[in-house]
């Protein structure tokens, strides 16, 4: 667990603000922010919204990311 801090939340209104005429969840742009912000990837079969953030998200049921 992540806590949210001040430059997450950064990341949050500069998601937000990005798509803001068609707006994702309050929820996704968090996580969204929190990967950003750490360097993470976030494993999702919730593709659409997460492609219009610009994260890295690979459906776990396509494929797994390559280890680092």
């Known amino acids: 667990m992540l806590a949210m801090d001040l430059e997450t939340a950064r990341h949050v209104a500069r998601l937000g603000n990005a798509t803001y005429r068609h707006p994702v ?3 996704d742009l968090i996580i969204a922010a929190t990967a ?4 993470l990837t976030v494993l999702t079969r919730n593709m659409a919204q997460f492609k219009r953030l610009n994260v890295a998200a690979p459906d776990p049921f396509v494929r797994l990311p390559e280890d680092p």
Do not use: E, T
């Open 25 to 27: 969840p309050l929820a």
């Open 36 to 39: 950003v912000r750490h360097g």
